[in-house]
T-cell receptor, first 112, second 117 residues
Framework: GNSVTQMEGPVTLSEEAFLTINCTYTATGYPSLFWYVQYPGEGLQLLLKATKADDKGSNKGFEATYRKETTSFHLEKGSVQVSDSAVYFCALWMDSSYKLIFGSGTRLLVRP | DVKVTQSSRYLVKRTGEKVFLECVQD?????MFWYRQDPGLGLRLIYFSYDVKMKEKGDIPEGYSVSREKKERFSLILESASTNQTSMYLC????????????????FGSGTRLTVV
């Protein structure tokens, strides 16, 4: 079946460090891919998306590129801030389904 | 600017009680979803609805039911609450488009943290 695998957290970084959170997927077909972010005490918010191979989604300094050859959608940011501390979820969507399939989430903690 | 509202942020209920979790959206979305979020397990889909009075089981429907009498409201019901239903419950909605609604993503509520004692 379709699934998403994320790196386990927590990921702890100092402010201005480079961030990578790995995400790989298994899907029969060509999914759309998403990153959602959940700040403390809040629901999830869409961070960025990519709908086909080689697309790059970007938002708020975060980027992720849809790599079909490696079935990956890794999240990157060049310089993290304390305010980026949150839980990040990778997700996929198939056209044949109404529902998003989420990874288990990766907690990011950024220290001043 | 609140778009998906869950009626309670925190709820404490006793084992065996019937529990209602309410979710209301004001965006005229067709699709609505209930997820539960547990550490290490991510988000798991309980039920979803793609139209009024329509419902579909998700991945973990056991012990739950849902009601969608109006387009804007989607209720999750725990028929007889148990301690293993202690969790964070997230409601979401999305716009239906031919082939899916991914262009708009999901809009989530802030969640209800339910504790069953």
């Amino acid at each position: 079946g379709n699934s998403v695998t994320q790196m386990e957290g927590p990921v702890t970084l100092s402010e201005e460090a480079f961030l990578t959170i790995n995400c790989t997927y298994t899907a029969t077909g060509y999914p759309s891919l998403f990153w959602y972010v959940q700040y403390p005490g809040e629901g999830l918010q869409l961070l960025l998306k990519a709908t086909k191979a080689d697309d790059k989604g970007s938002n708020k300094g975060f980027e992720a590129t849809y790599r079909k050859e490696t079935t990956s959608f890794h999240l990157e940011k060049g310089s993290v801030q304390v305010s980026d501390s949150a839980v990040y979820f990778c997700a996929l969507w198939m056209d044949s389904s109404y529902k998003l399939i989420f990874g288990s989430g990766t907690r990011l903690l950024v220290r001043p | 600017d609140v778009k998906v509202t869950q009626s309670s942020r925190y709820l404490v209920k006793r084992t065996g009680e019937k529990v209602f979790l309410e979710c209301v959206q004001d965006m005229d979305h067709e699709n609505m979803f209930w997820y539960r979020q547990d550490p290490g397990l991510g988000l798991r889909l309980i039920y979803f609805s793609y139209d009024v009075k329509m419902k579909e089981k998700g991945d973990i429907p056991e012990g739950y039911s849902v009601s969608r009498e109006k387009k804007e409201r989607f209720s999750l019901i725990l028929e007889s609450a148990s301690t293993n239903q202690t969790s964070m419950y997230l409601c979401a909605s999305s716009l239906h488009k031919e082939g899916g609604a991914f262009d708009y993503g999901y809009t989530f509520g802030s969640g209800t943290r339910l504790t069953v004692v």
